[in-house]
Nanobody, 127 residues
Framework: QVQLVESGGGLVQAGGSLRLSCAAS????????MGWFRQAPGKEREFVAA????????SYADSVKGRFTISRDYAKNTVYLQMNSLKSEDTAVYYC????????????????????WGKGTLVTVSS
């Protein structure tokens, strides 16, 4: 069992920045990668970014490339999502996730197939 707890969400202005954190505990060795999904009001949950737990290799959704950066601190069992140049369309509940799927395959990973989820943290970007 893996427990994931997100933090860092809040209200920011368009063009601003925010850093999300996800602290993992439990059997983290059983997962190959961690990442982030988001779900906007009335929308389906969508992939944002993923990172290999052991190597730090990353992948991103096209919509956030060049603006968001995912990273991890292996010693702290924590993954981060640095969000820059935020847009109103980035408004969503952001969910931390962990799975056995390799990081490079997360872009095609269905939310229903994700093994572990955090409870989510709300990011609101105002215009």
């Amino acid at each position: 069992q893996v427990q994931l707890v997100e933090s860092g969400g809040g209200l920011v202005q368009a063009g601003g920045s925010l850093r999300l954190s996800c602290a993992a505990s439990g059997r983290t060795f059983s997962t190959y990668a961690m990442g982030w999904f988001r779900q906007a009001p009335g929308k389906e949950r969508e992939f944002v970014a993923a990172i290999s737990w052991s190597t730090g290799s990353t992948s991103y959704a096209d919509s956030v490339k060049g603006r968001f950066t995912i990273s991890r601190d292996y010693a702290k069992n924590t993954v981060y999502l640095q969000m820059n140049s935020l847009k109103s369309e980035d408004t969503a509940v952001y969910y931390c996730a962990a799975d056995l799927t390799y990081y490079s395959q997360w872009s095609s990973l269905s939310p229903g197939g994700v093994r572990y989820w955090g409870k989510g943290t709300l990011v609101t970007v105002s215009s």
